[in-house]
Every structure is written in structure tokens, then in C-alpha cells.
């Protein structure tokens, strides 16, 4: 959902407070009427679990706003029932559009089953005012009730806005600023400490976030990603198609997702979301494989940082990896790298070859559209550092891929290389 240039000033990004960022008072409400409360009660009854509790994250205070109300009531027409809460937190800034009744600011529902495509009719569970959700305490506050009020035997997070791959997700154009992945794990860790729960399946239903960046932030605490290495069109995930049960070819039954397993349900989403209008990618990832990944990634990194002379090379099948914005596909540029005839170096080839069988474990499943073949499910940031900003860098530096590997290092070594022989070759 988003293309990845749409916003703008993503530079003008504010630092994150250790509280959650409510800025005051309650929304405005325009048209509608609001009830607040009257949606399920919580379950106190563990016999009586629930499977699943769906928590949606909706940052709606950007250029997205209709689009993502939009799926909210789409989402309401799934409804939750005997094997699911739907839960979700909409947040529409302070000058929304005229759709739904128009208010401002940021509600929780619990979605029931409707089919009103005009408006959410769910109950309002919290009206919130204004708060800022690019802010990690504003996120971790939406999990920790989720899951203390509507427990459940797995959980799953599906962050929806627009979406930047390493860089992060959830701009809000009220109050500023990005979620990079940092502050997704800050806040899941933070949830997690006070519920003893762990996010089973995160989802972005964003551009660009599968990344082995993202991956790496997320290993340890969620268990599987779905997400797209491209960018998502405007209309996002179906969500319909995804969670209801419904019929799918020769008017077979589709099991419901939420009868699944975590794993299985993500491999579903994937499955669901082919041939979806504006949906060109998407990747179901375990992220209990990215600490092998970003090891084989670490040992390329290193190999590359003793071999000079394999730089310029490595740059040159970097610029003709396939290319997701400006992220590559790591498998596709792993095997050019193997195969290639410019890079002599047996160390650094056995490194890619270990990289690409990294890929094809952490990648449980995906799909690609004619158009991108070397797409491959998992991307990584190889752009030269010469043309990234120093805000870009100081983010990039502060992942923990970035922290526990030299693969950034590598990259900054190699770049300046590249510059220093074009300089001499003037």
C-alpha cells in the first residue's frame, strides 16, 4: 500500500518518546454516532480461548487515509466470530475524508460482522484523540490491550500504511516521523514483557518490508512475516479474500485462516493474495532462520572487505540485481555473484552460494508476477553509500543487521572504492 516515494519528508523525522504519544483531548466527531464500547467482552475463560485474536494496525494520518478506512470496512464484513477477535486501531489525523462520517483522530474497534460498505459500524471501543503512530509506545499500548482483553491461542499483527522496507513504516503527517523496525521491536518487546505473549504472525500490508533488515529487527520476537518485497497498491491486502472462508476454484470450501496454524496461516495469506490487482510480490517468512542469513551475510561481508579487487564487480551486479525500489533481491544477487566470470575470488563465491541457501530457508513461500522474474521473496539494501544521506546511514546504522554484521561496512568500504577509481580515472 504505497508507493515508496509517495511521501514526502520522510527526512523530517522527530524522535520517539518513552510514552505513548496522545496529544490531547477526544477526536472531533462529525456525522456519526458513536457508541463506545458493547463489542465482546473480555475473555477471562482460558478454557474458552479463542484461536486467534487479529490486531490491526491502521496508520491512516497520511495520503492513504481512504484507502485504508476502506479496509477496515472490508475487514468488518469478515467480522469476528467463534474462531477469531478482530481488533483495530484506525487513526485519521486531523483532517480526514468525508468517508465513514468523517471524524478525526484515532479509534478502537472490535470488528463484528457487517456488511454496510458505507461506514464501520462496529462499536468504538476507545476514542483516543490525536496520538501519533509512528510513536513504538503508541503501537505497544494497541498489542498489550489486544492481547490482555481478547486472549487468545495465537495472535496476529498486521501493520497497514505506507511502508519504506528497512527504513520503516507508519509515517504520520500530524505529528512526524517513521516507525523504523527498532522501535516495531521495541514495542513488541515492550507488549510481550507485560502479556507473556509473543506476536505468532506480523504482516505488513505496506511496501517494500520484505527485507532481510526487517527480518533480522523482527527474529525473536514474532515468529512469521508476510510481506512484499514491492510496493503494494493503493487498495492493500484483500482482506476478504484473505480471512473469509468462502470458495475458491471448482467451488471448493477455503478452510478459514484462522482454523490454521501460525505457519500455515501465513503460508495462506501468501497463496490469497495471488493475482491480487497491485500486489506483484509477497513473501511468508520464518523468522527463526534470519540469524543464519544474516550470519552468511556477515561472512560474504567480510570476504568482500579482504578482496579489493572483487569491489568494483560486486557494485556492478549489485546495479543489475533485480530491483525493488532501491532494494535488491538477495537471492538473485547471490547467484550473479556465484556465477559470475568478474569475480575471481573462490572465498567470496562460496559466501554468495552460502547467502542463496540462507534465502530459500528463510523463504517458506512466494509469489511473483510475470515482470519479476529474480524476484525471490527476501530483499537487502546494497545501494552504494556515496548516494544514501547521512540521516539514511544513521537509521541504517542503528539495525541490529547492521550492528551484528559488517555487512554496511563492506558496503561503505566497497563504495568508496568504487568513487576513489572514478576519481583516478579522470
Not at 510480490?281 to 527463526?288: F, G, H, I, Q
Request: net charge negative; aromatic share 8%.
Amino acid at each position: 500500500m504505497n508507493n515508496i516515494t509517495s511521501v514526502a519528508n520522510s527526512h523530517n523525522y522527530i524522535p520517539q518518546q518513552s510514552s505513548p504519544g496522545v496529544s490531547g483531548g477526544k477526536a472531533a466527531v462529525s456525522n456519526d454516532t458513536v457508541s463506545i464500547g458493547g463489542g465482546d467482552l473480555p475473555c477471562t475463560d482460558t478454557a474458552g480461548l479463542k484461536k486467534w485474536t487479529l490486531l490491526v494496525y491502521s496508520a491512516a494520518d497520511n495520503d492513504l487515509e481512504p484507502e485504508l478506512v476502506n479496509d477496515v470496512i472490508e475487514l468488518e464484513g469478515v467480522g469476528s466470530g467463534d474462531s477469531v477477535n478482530i481488533l483495530c486501531q484506525l487513526d485519521r489525523g486531523v483532517a480526514p475524508s468525508s468517508i465513514s462520517g468523517g471524524w478525526a483522530g484515532c479509534r478502537r474497534y472490535y470488528l463484528n460482522s457487517g456488511n454496510d460498505s458505507s461506514r464501520i459500524s462496529s462499536p468504538v471501543m476507545s476514542d483516543l484523540g490525536q496520538v501519533k503512530m509512528s510513536d513504538p509506545g503508541v503501537l505497544a499500548d494497541f498489542v498489550e490491550w489486544g492481547i490482555k482483553n481478547y486472549p487468545a491461542e495465537n495472535y496476529m499483527l498486521v501493520v497497514a500504511s505506507h511502508g519504506k522496507g528497512w527504513f520503516g513504516v507508519a509515517p504520520d503527517k500530524s505529528h512526524g516521523g517513521w516507525m523504523h523496525p527498532p522501535h516495531i521491536r521495541e514495542a513488541l518487546e515492550t507488549a510481550q514483557t507485560a502479556t507473556g505473549e509473543k506476536i505468532d504472525v506480523i504482516g505488513f500490508d505496506a511496501c517494500c518490508m520484505a527485507s532481510t533488515e526487517v527480518a533480522s529487527e523482527l527474529s525473536g520476537v514474532a515468529d512469521f512475516m508476510v510481506a512484499s518485497q514491492n510496493s503494494v497498491g493503493g487498495e492493500g491486502w484483500p482482506y476478504a479474500k484473505i480471512f473469509s472462508g468462502g470458495l475458491s476454484g471448482a467451488k471448493k470450501q477455503r478452510r478459514p485462516v484462522f482454523e490454521m496454524s501460525p505457519k500455515n496461516a501465513a503460508l495462506e495469506i501468501v497463496a490469497r493474495t495471488k493475482n491480487t490487482p497491485g500486489i506483484q510480490t509477497m513473501s511468508a517468512l520464518d523468522l527463526s532462520k534470519a540469524g543464519a542469513l544474516a550470519t552468511a551475510a556477515d561472512e560474504f561481508a567480510g570476504n568482500l572487505m579482504e578482496n579489493d579487487s572483487s569491489a568494483q564487480a560486486i557494485m556492478d551486479i549489485a546495479a543489475k540485481t533485480k530491483t525493488f525500489n532501491v532494494y535488491k533481491d538477495q537471492y538473485d544477487f547471490a547467484e550473479k555473484v556465484f556465477k559470475s566470470n568478474d569475480v575471481d575470488d573462490g572465498k567470496l563465491k562460496k559466501s554468495a552460494a552460502k547467502i542463496a541457501d540462507s534465502v530459500k530457508n528463510i523463504v517458506m513461500s512466494h509469489h511473483r508476477v510475470a515482470g519479476f522474474e529474480g524476484a525471490n521473496g527476501i530483499s537487502v539494501d546494497i545501494s552504494d553509500r556515496n548516494d544514501m544521506s547521512d540521516f539514511r546511514k544513521d537509521v541504517y546504522k542503528g539495525l541490529n543487521f547492521s550492528r551484528q554484521t559488517k555487512w554496511d561496512q563492506a558496503l561503505s568500504h566497497a563504495s568508496a572504492l568504487k568513487k576513489s577509481e572514478k576519481t583516478d580515472s579522470h
